[in-house]
């Protein structure tokens, strides 16, 4: 835990020189950039008469609490609906389908935008909400992140093929969330089309459809032709109604990130899904590691809203960085509870990948490829300033070690440090060795918060000689 100089005049409301004035009384000498740990924050906290709050995981908790909706509050909320199913059997041409026919477009102009996520409204007048985001790596990966979103998997399976690998995937994905399926069969329109085929394939999977005397409903379906859909929008609004889904419009918002970016006019965009209560302009929230304050939001129809309540997605702008898909959006009473929580989540999931021997520093890979017999290979990022020293750097770390221990460049480039090259590094354990170039601010923040090590050099044997004096380590340790 460390807080700038500057940061934690800004927190205290007092001013830098004071500060570092009261730093150096204590022999510590820093500037308002450079950081303190928490012990001297803290001294420096009470020596100003302020009061020293950490934060733990029992804060987090109180703040984010979940209060219990009495059964009085909870209100009917419109399902929530991913399509899974293998490549080509027609997902995305069924979202657009549904899309196409059913979103009534906005007043202005009528051009729907993709924001991950968008609604319709049945014949029968049952809203439904889609993702728009097919695929089973999303389902997963927010799934793993604590935010099950999907109410209601749609099954997509092509009449003309038969159930696949991706298909028997988008089953287990279904039944290991508990989430219940409706099978389209789809491309019916295809004269090849044998929907009998499909129905009993599932069986061999245990997907027992109404046609076959199960309960899985399923429909035939044609993307191209518009055939079933609304049939298919029906099951899905019956399925709903089964499920019995209920929120808590009034209450403070609890959302899911489905989709999230860095908008070059924008700032951080994140696309979310408001799980409970309702989220309004002005309101203070942590999502994930970072916090905001919602400046605007955007329906699936670009149209400018000022709330959204349960199922509703939106874009929310406002945040001071980019949340991650599947990160839970809270909203807080105070701005200062939602920066303490982001920083307290970043600081513990920098602790966590730290223990969990995350091995990004050249120190920490050499330590680790000790204990670890098997791997005796020092993964590297190199950037360099250009081409021949990229390669020269390249080539001299490709000599080095032998048979036992070998240096791996996992890849290699030209130009400044990304936070592309941080993300590689951090999911390979890492450090980037950079050339004669920088890092860029984005880079260093993210290096920072994820504890990717990034090394500086000017000359190319300092470069080689560190690397090799890491290797030798793992060398002189397998004697
Ligand atoms: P995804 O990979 O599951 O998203 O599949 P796509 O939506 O990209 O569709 C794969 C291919 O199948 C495309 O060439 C589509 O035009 C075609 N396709 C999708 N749905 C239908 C349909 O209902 N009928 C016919 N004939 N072709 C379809």
Redesign the pocket.
Known sequence: EAITVAELANRMAERVADVVKSLMQMGVMATQNQTIDADTAELIIEEFGHKVTRVSDADVEQVIEQVEDSEDDLKPRPPVVT?M?????????????IRNTKVVTGEAGGITQHIGAYQVTTDSGAVLSFLDT?GHAAFTSMRSRGAQVTDIVVL?V???DAVMPQTVEAISHAKAAGVPMIVAI?????PAANPTKVRTDLLQHEVVVEQMSGDVQDVE?????G?GLDELLEAIALQAEILELKANPDRPAQAAVIEAKLDVGRGPVATVLVQNGTLRQGDIFVVGEQWGKVRAMENDRGERVKEAGPSVPVEVLGLNGTPEAGDVLNVTSTEAQAREIAEYRAQVAKDKRAAAGAATTLDQLMQKAKDDQNVAELPILVKADVQGSAEAIVQAMEKIGNDEVRVRVLHYGVGAITETDVGLAEASGAPIMGFNVRANASARNTANQKGVEIRYYSVIYDLVDDVKAAASGLLSAEV
């Open positions: 399509i199913g293998h490549v080509d059997h027609g997902k995305t041409s069924l979202l657009d389908a097919p997509v092509a009449a003309d789809n491309k019916i329109d295809k379906v044609s993307a191209h032709t055939q």
